[in-house]
């Protein structure tokens, strides 16, 4: 059954593209959104661009459809329909009935009253404004479009194996080694081929992805356990480049830590997306492996590091001071871990980075300059990427040119923008998306490094 989706200003600045994106249902949109959209429409942001994108679809649809107050047809099959209310804002548990919220609201109450025959849902990313709806009746629901489905454990990135004592003891011999067939995983595209299975059932089982990292576990010894990575180039599953002696004089204090740098130091992996908690060593490491590949080994002309003052296009001039002293509070959490970095390392002293951000091998900014540019042979890393939206980190990723490495890094369970979750927020949406891709690379790492203290406290607090 068809139904009427009524849209919150929200959505429409947070991917102009969802009038399309609702089937052949009706997509009906508040006068009122109109007004909100013009308020952003001259900002410089992507809030802004969004707003002025929306504007010029409605207009085209216009055009080329007739009158919005009236429904147009749209290309996915549906009809849109710029709605006005029939009386003035009144819901009867309103403070303030003239806000632009109630209005919004009141509308989809005329689109349910007016059609009955088929069910009228309110879409908003609003968490509060969906709960003020469902109390008053209205059945509302966040922008499904975006949102990833959680899959609990297996989704962390690292997958455990059963071996014999002998397959280890090959695997540290010869750094590789051949995996049953039957636990590949299909390529995208690729038919499959059942008769591989050895163990003569019919099911696949396939669980090796590209750049999935792999625990290997004697079955007769459980202790006795090696670590790799799965190549989907080579289909064998190959040993950690990590470094023994571990790299700016900081070394993985478990095996998560020794997956995630050899995640980051593989030049052939373009993306690799760092989830964790706080104190789980994210932007440390990520750090760390840039400045090997970026100042010691030469593979990149530059390592830039960058994180959302707010989400993306939110802009610095409200603080005051130039623009080293705006930026100050928000980049402070990577100048300590570059402090921590030198000071471990061979290069003693708080400030001994100094000399690479003065000739330009280090780069720290906010991320509401990067759309535009073309940032070839860099090492980027993005902190606090859970703040952005998925269309954000696709502004990101396509700025990317040869040679350009991105590191994502975040902890979706410390989320400040209030348009996106756990399940809709860039960060997650990139992993679920770039799973299986022979350029892209995920894991999560689960155990706090940080002290003792923090590890507690993130754990019970």
Same mark, same amino acid.
């Given at each position: ?21 609702? !089937? ?48 147009? %047809? ?26 632009? +919220? ?7 109450? !005329? ?41 609990? $454990? ?46 003569? !059932? ?75 908690? =706080? ?6 490491? =990520? ?36 623009? !080293?002293? %705006? ?17 471990? $390392? ?36 993005? +902190?606090? /990427? ?29 989320? +400040? ?22 350029? /892209? /690379? ?5 155990? $706090? ?8 406290? /993130?754990?019970?607090?």
């Amino acid at each position: 059954m068809k139904k009427n989706y009524v849209l919150d200003t929200n959505i429409l600045l947070h991917d102009p593209n969802a009038i399309f994106r609702f !089937d052949d249902n009706n997509v009906i949109i508040p006068i009122y959104v109109i007004e909100e959209v013009d308020q952003f429409k001259r900002e410089g942001s992507e809030r802004g661009r969004n707003a002025r994108h929306v504007v010029r679809l409605l207009d085209d649809l216009r055009e080329t459809g007739g009158s919005l107050s009236k429904g147009v %047809k749209t290309k996915s099959g549906g009809f849109l329909k710029v709605a006005i209310p029939n009386k003035r804002p009144e819901l009867p548990t309103a403070i303030d009935k003239s806000a632009m +919220d109630n209005a919004i609201l009141q509308t989809a109450f !005329d689109v349910r009253d007016e059609d009955v025959s088929r069910p009228t849902v309110f879409v908003t990313m609003d968490t509060n404004l969906r709960i003020r709806a469902d109390a008053l009746g209205m059945l509302a629901e966040t922008y499904e479009n975006q949102r990833v489905e959680p899959k609990g $454990g297996a989704d962390n990135g690292v997958t455990e194996i059963e071996v014999s004592a002998e397959e280890i003891d090959s695997f540290f011999q010869d750094g590789s080694l051949a995996p049953n067939p039957a636990l590949i995983a299909p390529e995208r595209g690729e038919k499959v081929d059942r008769s591989a299975n050895t163990n003569g !059932d019919t099911g696949v089982r396939g669980i090796l992805t590209a750049n999935l990292c792999v625990l290997l576990r004697d079955r007769a010894n459980p202790s006795h356990t090696a670590l790799g990575r799965y190549d989907a180039t080579k289909r064998e599953i190959v040993g950690l480049r990590t470094p023994r002696e571990g790299l700016l004089g900081i070394r993985p204090r478990n095996k998560e830590q020794s997956h995630a740098l050899d995640l980051l130091l593989d030049e052939n992996i373009r993306l690799v997306t760092l989830v964790g908690k =706080a104190g789980t060593g994210k932007t440390l490491l =990520a750090l760390a492996a840039g400045l090997k590949r970026t100042v010691e080994d030469g593979m990149y002309t530059r390592m830039l590091v960058s994180r959302p003052v707010m989400p993306l296009g939110r802009d610095i001039g409200f603080l005051p001071g130039d623009v !080293d002293e %705006k930026l100050n509070p928000w980049m402070q959490p990577i100048f300590d871990n570059l402090e921590f970095l030198f000071s471990s $390392g061979t290069k003693k002293g708080p400030r001994a980075y100094a000399e690479l951000l003065e000739s330009g091998q280090l780069q720290v900014e906010p991320l509401t300059y990067i759309r535009g540019r073309s940032l070839p042979q860099q090492y980027i890393i993005v +902190d606090e /990427a859970q703040n952005l939206t998925p269309h954000e980190v696709k502004t990101i990723i396509t700025r990317s040119g040869d040679g350009t490495k991105i590191v994502l890094t975040g902890d979706p369970g410390q989320i +400040d923008n209030p348009y996106v979750d756990s399940q809709s927020n860039g960060l997650a949406v990139a992993a679920d998306r770039f799973r299986g891709e022979k350029v /892209a /690379a995920h894991i999560v790492l689960t155990r $706090g490094e940080r002290s003792e203290l923090a590890e507690i406290a /993130a754990n019970l607090l």
